[in-house]
């Protein structure tokens, strides 16, 4: 769940209202272009991120699934991006090396 954060002049709470997931999915598609980035960038790109990154961190499976609100081990592994960084794997972020 976001929470509002203070910033002056900006209603968080009437943003988060408001933003709905294909919006947030063309914001990212759209940013990623604008960055160069090729390939499909969506939504989801930044819930693998989140996830990957967590893994990259050593963060455990429950924080983790807590952050992203994941149920099912196997669907928040499946946002894991193995091969980042070299080494790594799913078992990772799992707490098994």
Same mark, same amino acid.
């Given at each position: 769940?976001?929470?509002?954060?203070?910033?002056? =002049?900006?209603?968080?709470?009437?943003?988060?209202? #408001?933003?709905?997931?294909? %919006? $947030?999915?063309?914001?990212? !598609?759209?940013? &990623?272009?604008?960055?160069?980035?090729?390939?499909?960038?969506? =939504?989801?790109?930044?819930?693998?991120?989140?996830? #990957?990154?967590?893994?990259? %961190? $050593?963060?455990?499976?429950? !924080?983790?699934? &807590?952050?992203?609100?994941?149920?099912?081990?196997?669907?928040?592994?499946?946002?894991?991006?193995?091969?980042?960084?070299?080494?790594?794997?799913?078992?990772?972020?799992?707490?098994?090396?």
């Amino acid at each position: 769940m976001l929470e509002a954060t203070h910033v002056t =002049g900006v209603d968080h709470a009437a943003l988060i209202a #408001t933003l709905v997931a294909n %919006q $947030v999915a063309r914001i990212v !598609e759209r940013r &990623a272009r604008l960055g160069g980035l090729a390939g499909d960038w969506g =939504g989801h790109s930044l819930r693998s991120g989140c996830v #990957t990154e967590a893994g990259r %961190q $050593v963060v455990p499976l429950g !924080e983790v699934m &807590a952050m992203t609100e994941h149920r099912c081990v196997a669907t928040v592994l499946g946002y894991f991006q193995a091969g980042q960084p070299p080494g790594q794997s799913r078992h990772a972020i799992a707490g098994r090396r």
